[in-house]
């Protein structure tokens, strides 16, 4: 058995036709998986990743928006793409699924119990199902609904709902995206025992290589529809040969970056960005491209001064500094309570407790927590957009004007009616620096953001929704420092991006804070962006900071039991 | 995939042409009729009268001429009045009146809910009571209620509609704007030091506008049955004006022998809020395409 072929797709391409469009998905796309292997599936969005692991369970629908041609062949069993009726015998016996969200995935009008015991015929067959995916007190855990599990378990839940009917191959699509990054890892090794005791073929559907690299043995690299590289997942992570691969690598951050530097490849808006600082510096030109694949660029090389703004300052004009030593950013013992109403009772949710800290001048804090530990409440709360209900914020800093924040959802929190120029034109309206300035000084301004950015001119008459995810960010970036804050507060800004998109921003946020000398906080739950922004990493649990870690020594000095599960959660 | 990389300013162009043509081919065959047939009939209401050969309010023929009879392709009525002629005016006289009791209802009801969602506090909860006061009750009996104290006009059945239409705008936009201003897109507006009726005029209310558009349209249809629900009742416009409930009403005396007196103008109550309710759909498709 152990070397059958379970899954064959041969040729496959998969077009989708609609308003007039025909966007090829996948073209001529040809894979094999063994009975006890993992394939890996591996690309960023649109690469066409998702709809292979769609079509081989059949589950794009054939109302004639989608077409395919080539086969697949499941367990010996031929079947036409899309259209076979098989297909409704194949899904949830042969092929099973774990879907990313597992809380949109499991129904939840029933118990646990009631969805496993279909499979498995009994309740003692789905006690050992449950135990099987590592969950204690499996007995307890049948009778519950979804909505009263953790994320984690609920995941494992899914697991075994899909190991039950003893499928012949298993899809993972993106099964760990949705779960807080601490039981990420756990969930992957559950994921990886079981499917080894179940002996099936799996294709796992992912968009991180260290992922990929922890689980499958195989690994295909998806670039528009095509395979770009395949082979032995040790060959293509350890010696990818195509440059996308090549590009996809460098572009992966880990506890060992080192932070002195632009990280991934030399990218043209990054670039472009940088030259534009060295001008404006009056700094000598340099071959930036060639110093920073040479691995000889540092972000010293951008540090500049920073503009001091008369209301913080005492002076009535914007004016340039090199060095303050009043803290940017300081937190005075912030409380904060939600109080919500359970069934006539008052409940009282204590968000933060007396929680305090600075910022320094030119300092780049990160903030890592699990979801509700507060850790966004705090931002909010340092950005101005809630109140504390005790303690004191000061923002005022001397270099700078005030707190501006960056946000998860960059398309979201652009207004979409509006173009970029009004966008930024409206923040510089608001600031002291920005009052009485003539619509085409405004404007000038504005550009020289955009460019700072890595964006050009055209860019200014765009709405929001006519950008990429990448542009988005860029603009939510550009109207956050064109007035430099004192302090940026960054929101969780990659977490929404693909890798390579996501390294340059960093290396845009990295390039800000050197050249206008703002200070950052960066609240996030990867460790590893965390270290390559930040010099000291704070890490909060229930509301209350409970440990302070330099970056650079991050691995070896975290001590909290939540710091150690993100630590692991990076090595993955 | 139009924009995976630096956009130029063409390619925001060839998208927002695509939008536009996209919004129009993304409705189906029924909701385009619907929006002829909506153009048609605003057309024929706003200059069919003018074109008519008689006088709604003159008799220009025989009595109770029936239908396809010489000149009056739809027959005349009891003192011989043009049917025809009497059922545009009366759909220009309905078309009109409806779109400003949608209009002005709308308008308040849009005005208050956004004072209550916006500022929210005890002005919300005193707003919202009061609207809530004007919602406890029967629409139609209070509309009767106030037409009647107005007097019997056709100003008087407006205004009583208005009465009871604009808590129902009033709440839907409340509802909105507590929606809207949650938004990440207006915290970050916040943030970038906007604030006050600048905020809400630039960030909340562009969110909320379709939604209410797309109720007001689909409300005429059910405002011209109200209102000539109202007529029908006596409390519209007074005989002899071409008004489409009252012609109903009347011609229920002579149903037994003049049918077409009584049915023609209910046809045409209820060919307009069917269309009129129809479009709003098609619209309300149209504007999810190319709006938020």
Same mark, same amino acid.
């Given at each position: ?5 379970v ?6 391409t ?6 007039g ?7 001529d796309?040809?894979?094999?998986i063994d ?13 066409g ?5 769609a079509a ?11 077409e395919?041609?080539?086969?697949i062949?499941?367990a010996?069993?031929e079947?036409?793409?899309i259209?076979?009726?098989?297909w ?12 990313q ?15 496993l ?15 099987r ?19 984690g378990?609920?995941?494992r ?7 039950a009917?003893g499928p012949?191959?298993l ?5 760990t995206t949705?779960?807080?990054?601490s039981?990420q ?16 073929a799996?294709?796992?559907?992912t ?5 990929a690299?922890?689980?499958?043995d ?10 770009v590289e ?15 691969t090549?590009?996809l690598?460098?572009s992966?951050?880990?506890?060992e970056?080192?932070?002195?530097r ?17 001008r404006?510096?009056?700094?000598p030109?340099?071959d ?8 000889a ?16 300052s ?12 009043r803290?940017s ?14 069934r006539?009772?008052?409940?009282d949710n204590?968000v933060?407790?007396d929680v ?12 890592v927590?699990e979801?509700?530990?507060g ?6 709360? %340092?950005?101005?957009?809630e =109140? ?5 914020? +000061? @923002?005022?800093g001397? &270099?700078g004007?005030? $707190? /501006?924040?960056v ?5 979201a929190s ?10 930024l034109r ?5 600031t002291?620096?920005?009052?009485g300035l003539s619509?085409?000084?405004m404007? %000038?301004?504005?550009l020289? =953001? ?5 964006? +050009? @001119?055209?860019?200014l &008459?765009?709405?929001p $929704? /006519? ?7 860029r603009?939510?970036i550009?109207?956050?420092?064109v ?8 929101d969780?800004?990659t ?10 921003v960093?290396?845009?946020i ?28 704070l ?13 650079e020594r991050?691995a ?8 150690r599960?993100?630590v692991?959660?990076v090595?993955? | 995939?139009?924009?995976s990389?630096r956009?130029?300013?063409?390619r ?5 042409a695509s939008?536009?043509d996209?919004?129009w081919s993304a409705?189906?065959?029924g909701?385009?009729?619907s929006?002829?047939?909506m ?9 069919g ?15 109770l001429?029936p ?9 005349t ?7 025809a ?21 709308a308008?308040?009801g849009?005005?208050i ?5 916006f ?14 006061l004007f919602?406890a ?29 604009w808590?129902?705008y009033a ?15 207006v ?15 630039r960030?909340v209310?562009?969110?909320?506008m379709?939604t ?10 059910a405002?011209?049955?109200?209102l000539?629900?109202?007529s ?8 002899p004006?071409p008004?489409?409930?009252r ?5 229920m ?12 103008p ?11 309710n129809y479009a ?5 498709v ?7």
């Amino acid at each position: 058995m152990a070397d059958t072929t379970v899954l064959t797709v041969s040729d496959l391409t998969v077009t989708y036709r609609g308003r007039g469009r025909v966007v090829t998905a996948v073209s001529d796309v040809s894979l094999t998986i063994d009975a006890g292997r993992c394939l890996g599936l591996v690309g960023e969005s649109g690469s066409g990743k998702s709809t292979i692991g769609a079509a081989v369970q059949g589950i794009i629908p054939a109302d004639g928006v989608a077409e395919a041609t080539g086969s697949i062949v499941i367990a010996g069993r031929e079947l036409a793409p899309i259209t076979d009726p098989a297909w409704t015998q194949v899904r949830g016996s042969d092929v099973t699924s774990v879907f990313q969200d597992p809380m949109r995935s499991l129904d939840p009008t029933m118990t646990i119990g009631r969805m496993l015991n279909r499979y498995t015929g009994s309740a003692e067959a789905s006690v050992a199902a449950l135990e099987r995916v590592q969950i204690r007190r499996a007995g307890e855990v049948l009778k519950k609904y979804p909505h009263q599990l953790s994320g984690g378990m609920r995941q494992r839940v899914m697991i075994a709902l899909a190991l039950a009917p003893g499928p012949r191959l298993l899809i993972a699509d993106e099964p760990t995206t949705a779960l807080d990054v601490s039981v990420q890892a756990e969930v992957l090794g559950v994921l990886r025992e079981s499917i080894e005791d179940a002996g099936c073929a799996v294709l796992f559907v992912t968009h991180d290589l260290g992922v990929a690299r922890h689980m499958c043995d195989d690994i295909a690299v998806m670039k528009d529809g095509v395979v770009v590289e395949a082979g032995p997942a040790e060959d293509v992570i350890g010696r990818p040969s195509d440059p996308y691969t090549q590009r996809l690598m460098a572009s992966r951050i880990t506890l060992e970056t080192d932070r002195s530097r632009p990280v991934g490849a030399p990218e043209r808006a990054v670039v472009a960005s940088m030259e534009d600082v060295l001008r404006g510096l009056d700094r000598p030109a340099l071959d930036v491209t060639g110093a920073w694949s040479d691995g000889a660029l540092t972000w010293e090389a951008f540090t500049g001064p920073t503009a001091a703004v008369g209301a913080a300052s005492g002076h009535p004009e914007v004016r340039l500094v090199e060095h303050v030593t009043r803290a940017s950013l300081a937190v005075n013992e912030v409380n904060k309570t939600y109080s919500t109403r359970a069934r006539g009772r008052r409940v009282d949710n204590h968000v933060l407790k007396d929680v305090s800290f600075e910022i320094g001048y030119r300092e780049a804090v990160a903030l890592v927590g699990e979801s509700g530990s507060g850790k966004s409440t705090l931002l909010r709360i %340092a950005g101005g957009i809630e =109140t504390a209900d005790t303690g004191t914020v +000061d @923002a005022q800093g001397v &270099a700078g004007e005030g $707190t /501006q924040v960056v946000f998860q959802d960059a398309g979201a929190s652009l207004t979409p009616w509006r173009t970029v120029e009004e966008l930024l034109r409206e923040r510089i309206e608001h600031t002291i620096t920005g009052r009485g300035l003539s619509r085409a000084q405004m404007r %000038a301004m504005a550009l020289s =953001t955009l460019e700072l950015v890595g964006l +050009d @001119a055209s860019v200014l &008459a765009a709405r929001p $929704t /006519q950008l990429s995810g990448g542009q988005q960010q860029r603009v939510a970036i550009a109207r956050a420092v064109v007035v430099p804050p004192s302090v940026l507060l960054c929101d969780e800004p990659t977490s929404a991006l693909d890798v390579s998109v996501a390294c340059s921003v960093l290396n845009l946020i990295n390039l800000l804070r050197h050249s206008l000398g703002i200070s950052i906080m960066f609240v996030t739950h990867d460790l590893a962006a965390a270290r390559l922004i930040a010099d000291r990493v704070l890490v909060m649990t229930g509301g209350e900071i409970v440990e302070t870690v330099p970056a650079e020594r991050l691995a070896q000095d975290i001590t909290t039991d939540y710091g150690r599960r993100l630590v692991d959660a990076v090595l993955a | 995939m139009l924009f995976s990389r630096r956009g130029t300013l063409e390619r925001v162009e060839a998208a927002q042409a695509s939008r536009r043509d996209s919004a129009w081919s993304a409705l189906g065959t029924g909701e385009k009729a619907s929006l002829i047939a909506m153009a048609a009939i605003v057309l024929l209401a706003l200059i069919g009268p003018t074109l008519m050969p008689y006088s709604p309010i003159i008799p220009s023929g025989p009595q109770l001429a029936p239908p396809l009879s010489s000149g009056h392709v739809l027959g005349t009525d009891v003192l011989g009045m043009d049917m025809a002629t009497r059922l545009v005016a009366g759909m220009q006289r309905s078309l009109l009146a409806a779109v400003v009791v949608t209009a002005v209802s709308a308008a308040l009801g849009t005005l208050i809910g956004v004072l209550a969602g916006f500022r929210g506090g005890w002005l919300d909860s005193a707003l919202m009571r009061f609207t809530d006061l004007f919602l406890a009750f029967p629409a139609m009996i209070i509309a009767m209620a106030v037409a009647a104290a107005i007097g019997q006009s056709l100003g008087s059945a407006m205004i009583g509609i208005i009465v009871v239409w604009w808590p129902l705008y009033a709440r839907l936009v409340r509802g909105e704007v507590r929606r809207v201003v949650a938004l990440p897109h207006v915290q970050a507006a916040r943030v970038s030091g906007v604030r006050g009726w600048r905020l809400l005029w630039r960030h909340v209310v562009p969110a909320v506008m379709p939604t209410v558009v797309v109720t007001a349209s689909l409300d005429i249809g059910a405002v011209v049955m109200t209102l000539a629900a109202l007529s029908f009742i006596g409390l519209g416009t007074p005989a002899p004006a071409p008004e489409l409930g009252r012609m109903a009403s009347d011609g229920m005396k002579y149903f037994l022998n003049a049918w077409w007196i009584a049915v023609l103008p209910s046809v045409t109550i209820g060919l307009l809020a069917f269309v009129f309710n129809y479009a709003g759909d098609a619209l309300r498709v149209v504007l999810r395409r190319t709006g938020v």
